[in-house]
């Protein structure tokens, strides 16, 4: 089980994928594992025989700081800023700023749960 890149609209999404695997700011910086959860486990060595799994969904209500305070867990950002002596985020920080408003206004932040289940095959 893993979740998906977070999806909030069109415009932030764009930002958000620059920092994604494969994104121009953080894509290289993120641990080679990670492109399992970008390609949904679809490319995962999977010995077993598949089971359908239903769609999950997680979503919250944050503001630009719940969002800047989690992007700041990242592997991803954490390596970039001990190679590079800064913090990655100040990169789109003043795009995703005005894209979002006043730092205290809401917004509905969704990710995809992806899992992927089988069974031994007998």
């Not at 679809?42 to 598949?50: C, D, G, L, V």
């Not at 503001?63 to 990169?91: H, I």
């Not at 969704?110 to 089988?118: A, E, P």
């Amino acid at each position: 089980m893993a979740y998906s890149m977070h999806k909030i609209d069109n415009d932030i999404d764009k930002i958000s994928e620059k920092l994604n695997v494969g994104g121009d700011i953080l894509g290289r910086y993120w641990p080679r594992e990670t492109n399992y959860v970008k390609e949904d486990y679809k490319t995962i060595p999977f010995p077993f025989k598949e089971i359908p799994a239903p769609k999950f969904e997680m979503t919250v209500n944050w503001n630009l700081d719940d969002l800047v305070c989690y992007m700041q867990t990242w592997s991803a950002v954490k390596r970039f800023s001990t190679e590079k002596k800064f913090n990655p985020l100040s990169l789109i920080m003043e795009e995703l700023e005005r894209l979002w408003g006043k730092h205290d206004k809401r917004k509905v932040v969704k990710w995809d749960i992806n899992l992927r289940v089988g069974k031994i095959q007998s």
